[in-house]
T-cell receptor
Framework: DAGVTQSPTHLIKTRGQHVTLRCSPI?????VSWYQQVLGQGPQFIFQ???????GRGNFPDRFSARQFPNYSSELNVNALLLGDSALYLC?????????????FGDGTRLSIL | EDQVTQSPEALRLQEGESSSLNCSYTVSGLRGLFWYRQDPGKGPEFLFTLYSAGEEKEKERLKATLTKKESFLHITAPKPEDSATYLC??????????FGPGTRLSVLP
């Protein structure tokens, strides 16, 4: 079975631009979470979605937004990009939002801001 | 505020030299402690979930244990292919995951 897939794998943008990152969860998984991982640090939680509704939000500015579609895939949008937004953006899926099931991660989108 | 710290930051071992990684946590209601392995350029790969103090899980050369304030990942007779960053995460009552900064493990042949 396919794991979590993310696209694109790499992306280069300039300051002030907008970006959309995409994620397809493991088949049967209904919850998707997004994380930002800066080099040398652990992943930092941005959003969790379950059944198309936002279930959690981390400490990120309103420039970050996300949504989940009826097929459980998800998009992360970032507006007015800053140099500090350069990072690996990870998507993780799990069976549900209220279970103790582990999250399974994709290989991420490497975003570089020039 | 929920917090996870890991030590050491980096660890170099000779092949076959056993050691342990530490994960210390403060969390508002632990709903699970998770260990992941992350290779360069890849996403974290799930290893173990621990739910209550005293619990232990094993997989090949890895064994994870949990107390009320910390978890240990014991690596027995490591091989070069065990080289990776090992991440610890806790899940709180809000169902969110909080990750530690990781331990970078290098196993030399």
């Amino acid at each position: 079975d396919a794991g979590v897939t993310q696209s694109p794998t790499h992306l280069i943008k300039t300051r002030g631009q907008h970006v959309t990152l995409r994620c397809s969860p493991i088949s049967g998984h209904k919850s998707v979470s997004w994380y930002q991982q800066v080099l040398g640090q652990g992943p930092q939680f941005i959003f969790q979605y379950y059944e198309k509704e936002e279930r959690g939000r981390g400490n990120f500015p309103d420039r970050f937004s996300a949504r989940q579609f009826p097929n459980y895939s998800s998009e992360l949008n970032v507006n007015a990009l800053l140099l500090g937004d350069s990072a690996l953006y990870l998507c993780a899926s799990s069976l549900g939002a209220g279970t103790n099931q582990p999250q399974h991660f994709g290989d991420g989108t490497r975003l570089s801001i020039l | 505020e929920d917090q996870v710290t890991q030590s050491p930051e980096a660890l170099r071992l000779q092949e076959g030299e056993s050691s342990s990684l530490n994960c210390s946590y403060t969390v508002s209601g632990l709903r699970g402690l998770f260990w992941y392995r992350q290779d360069p350029g890849k996403g974290p790969e799930f290893l173990f979930t621990l739910y209550s103090a005293g619990e232990e899980k094993e997989k090949e050369r890895l064994k994870a244990t949990l107390t009320k304030k910390e978890s240990f990942l014991h690596i027995t007779a490591p091989k070069p292919e065990d080289s990776a960053t090992y991440l610890c995460a806790v899940r709180n009552y809000g169902q969110n995951f909080v990750f530690g900064p990781g331990t970078r493990l290098s196993v030399l042949p």
